[in-house]
């Protein structure tokens, strides 16, 4: 008996460890399934608002590539380079926005974002007037760098109805990042869905009702994006937001310096990323058959543009969770968020992937009715495929930047990557050894993107995010003091 006693017991203490890990992984998954919760609380209308509003410009450049291969290479430049440039940097200024209203409100120091968000706007709207001559000069600046004179002429036109947009993007970003890190996510999503609905109805009213051509049918772009102002900014000073918007204040006046540094930074990061892309384009006006490759090159940006809405939304989620958890003082709650966040990420590249691989030869008959133009973008596919797989991290890694406040930091990373070593490399695999359009993507890609990704690996994994934690904490009681001297 007393043998059996002992088995017993033996046995029992044998069970002890196996409880405990079987515990551990049930907590771990509970963990894991708690975090995935507050992530797609953001990450899921984010997905929707940024495919809404991006489809806005995909519609737009339908409907101009059944116009005509001249139309469609216009409205592609415009598009993809005029607004493009000035679209990232405006919107990388906004993500300031990001860090200190996302660390704030983790902080529960609500009272701060509403000035916050009326400094982005004026700062914003200063530097929206100093962008201007890219709208009036489009049409010389894309002769100098290679553009045909029939393309860059009609985008020069083009440019001209697009000023508005220019405006809007002023205040719809930071508008939008105001209200993402307090996690209203769903009114920015509601609001970019009637807004498409509306661009919808009116690009068949301007373009088959009026017949007004190429220039109306850009011009549509305009009545969406205020349509979305409008709703969002109705939504916020109407008693939307009682804990952070308590109406206009002279105060948004005040510290414009210390704000517009920490703007500029963030948008310097943001836009070395995005122009990258966008002087790809410019370069490949500079090939043989230009309309050829660039309506096939910007077919293939534009499938990318619209599945990179997923992992920009990543960006979204992950910066506002690891500011809010930053701001709350839970360092390892933020490289948490920041794991489960890259994985999520990264699952749905390879899934998009995939599809592109597998649907390689029908991809292109969406935006052109060319056999030429399909066929180039069939040849590209591959390349198109690889990047969507890269892009489903580095955008994600870059959502950790600006949630940590880490933006000037990593400013110089990108243009190292991108501009000393990405572009050469991209100019090379082209023009030196003949690969065309599809030795400058890959040359770009290789060199650039990838090498820029896993730089940001290294830095995130190396963090002391306790650290991390530490400093959110003294630059939010640093603003907050900024503000009570104010």
Same mark, same amino acid.
């Given at each position: 008996m007393g043998e059996t006693g002992d088995e017993a017991q033996g046995v029992e203490q044998a069970r002890i460890?196996?409880?405990?890990?079987?515990?551990?992984?049930?907590?771990?998954?509970?963990?894991?399934?708690?975090?995935?919760?507050?992530?797609?609380?953001?990450v899921g209308p984010a997905i929707f608002t940024r495919i809404s509003t991006y489809l806005v410009f995909v519609i737009t450049q339908a409907f101009a590539g059944h116009l005509g291969e001249l139309e469609l290479a216009a409205i592609s430049i415009v598009n993809n380079?005029?607004?493009? &440039?000035? @679209? %990232?940097? #405006? !919107?990388?200024?906004?993500?300031?926005?990001?860090?200190?209203?996302?660390?704030? +409100? =983790?902080?529960?120091?609500?009272?701060?974002?509403?000035?916050?968000?009326?400094?982005?706007?004026?700062?914003? &709207?200063? @530097? %929206?007037? #100093? !962008?201007?001559?890219?709208?009036?000069?489009?049409?010389?600046?894309?002769?100098? +760098? =290679?553009?045909?004179?029939?393309?860059?002429?009609?985008?020069?036109?083009?440019?001209?109805?697009v000023i508005p947009i220019h405006f809007a993007f002023a205040f719809i970003f930071p508008l939008n990042r105001f209200l993402q890190s307090q996690l209203k996510n769903k009114v920015i999503a509601i609001s970019s869905g009637v807004a498409l609905v509306v661009h919808i109805f009116v690009c068949f009213l301007f373009v088959y009702g009026f017949k007004?051509?190429?220039?109306?049918?850009?011009?549509?772009?305009?009545?969406?994006?205020?349509?979305?102002?409008?709703?969002?900014?109705?939504?916020?000073?109407c008693g939307g937001c009682p804990l952070t918007w308590t109406g206009f204040?002279?105060?948004?006046?005040?510290?414009?310096?210390?704000?517009?540094?920490?703007?500029?930074?963030?948008?310097?990061?943001?836009?070395?990323?995005?122009?990258y892309y966008k002087i790809l384009i410019v370069m490949t006006g500079n090939l043989k058959d230009t309309k050829i490759a660039v309506d096939s090159l910007s077919i293939c940006m534009s499938i990318n543009g619209l599945e990179m809405m997923i992992p920009l939304a990543f960006f979204a989620g992950t910066g506002v969770r690891v500011a809010n958890e930053l701001g709350a003082g839970n360092g390892n709650r933020a490289r948490?968020?920041?794991?489960?966040?890259?994985?999520?990420?990264?699952?749905?590249?390879?899934?998009?992937?995939?599809?592109?691989?597998?649907?390689?030869?029908?991809?292109?008959?969406?935006?052109?009715?060319?056999?030429?133009?399909?066929?180039?973008?069939?040849?590209?596919?591959?390349?198109?495929?690889?990047?969507?797989?890269?892009?489903?991290?580095?955008?994600?890694?870059?959502?950790?930047?600006?949630?940590?406040?880490?933006?000037?930091?990593?400013?110089?990373?990108?243009?190292?990557?991108?501009?000393?070593?990405?572009?050469?490399?991209?100019?090379?695999?082209?023009?030196?050894?003949?690969?065309g359009v599809k030795g400058i993507w890959a040359g770009m890609i290789f060199g650039g993107t990838a090498i820029q990704t896993l730089i940001l690996i290294f830095i995130v994994t190396r963090c002391d995010w306790e650290e991390e934690a530490q400093k959110a904490s003294v630059r939010v009681k640093k603003w907050s003091a900024s503000e009570t001297r104010n």
């Amino acid at each position: 008996m007393g043998e059996t006693g002992d088995e017993a017991q033996g046995v029992e203490q044998a069970r002890i460890p196996l409880l405990r890990d079987k515990n551990a992984a049930e907590e771990k998954e509970g963990e894991i399934w708690v975090e995935t919760k507050k992530l797609w609380r953001i990450v899921g209308p984010a997905i929707f608002t940024r495919i809404s509003t991006y489809l806005v410009f995909v519609i737009t450049q339908a409907f101009a590539g059944h116009l005509g291969e001249l139309e469609l290479a216009a409205i592609s430049i415009v598009n993809n380079v005029t607004i493009g &440039f000035n @679209f %990232s940097l #405006l !919107l990388g200024m906004a993500s300031a926005l990001e860090t200190l209203c996302g660390q704030a +409100f =983790g902080a529960k120091n609500y009272d701060m974002l509403g000035v916050y968000l009326q400094r982005s706007w004026i700062v914003s &709207f200063l @530097f %929206s007037i #100093l !962008l201007l001559p890219m709208y009036f000069f489009a049409s010389p600046i894309l002769k100098f +760098f =290679g553009q045909p004179d029939d393309i860059a002429e009609l985008s020069g036109t083009i440019a001209i109805w697009v000023i508005p947009i220019h405006f809007a993007f002023a205040f719809i970003f930071p508008l939008n990042r105001f209200l993402q890190s307090q996690l209203k996510n769903k009114v920015i999503a509601i609001s970019s869905g009637v807004a498409l609905v509306v661009h919808i109805f009116v690009c068949f009213l301007f373009v088959y009702g009026f017949k007004l051509g190429v220039i109306g049918t850009m011009a549509t772009v305009n009545v969406a994006w205020w349509l979305n102002i409008f709703i969002m900014f109705t939504y916020t000073t109407c008693g939307g937001c009682p804990l952070t918007w308590t109406g206009f204040s002279m105060e948004a006046f005040t510290g414009l310096w210390e704000f517009a540094k920490l703007s500029v930074s963030s948008g310097i990061m943001i836009c070395l990323e995005s122009w990258y892309y966008k002087i790809l384009i410019v370069m490949t006006g500079n090939l043989k058959d230009t309309k050829i490759a660039v309506d096939s090159l910007s077919i293939c940006m534009s499938i990318n543009g619209l599945e990179m809405m997923i992992p920009l939304a990543f960006f979204a989620g992950t910066g506002v969770r690891v500011a809010n958890e930053l701001g709350a003082g839970n360092g390892n709650r933020a490289r948490f968020a920041m794991t489960i966040s890259v994985t999520q990420s990264l699952i749905i590249g390879i899934i998009f992937s995939v599809l592109v691989l597998f649907l390689h030869d029908q991809i292109g008959w969406i935006f052109s009715s060319s056999e030429t133009v399909i066929k180039a973008v069939n040849n590209l596919s591959i390349l198109l495929a690889f990047t969507i797989l890269l892009n489903s991290v580095q955008p994600v890694l870059s959502g950790v930047v600006v949630g940590s406040g880490w933006q000037s930091f990593v400013a110089y990373i990108n243009l190292g990557c991108y501009y000393v070593i990405g572009l050469p490399l991209g100019f090379v695999m082209g023009w030196i050894f003949k690969s065309g359009v599809k030795g400058i993507w890959a040359g770009m890609i290789f060199g650039g993107t990838a090498i820029q990704t896993l730089i940001l690996i290294f830095i995130v994994t190396r963090c002391d995010w306790e650290e991390e934690a530490q400093k959110a904490s003294v630059r939010v009681k640093k603003w907050s003091a900024s503000e009570t001297r104010n």
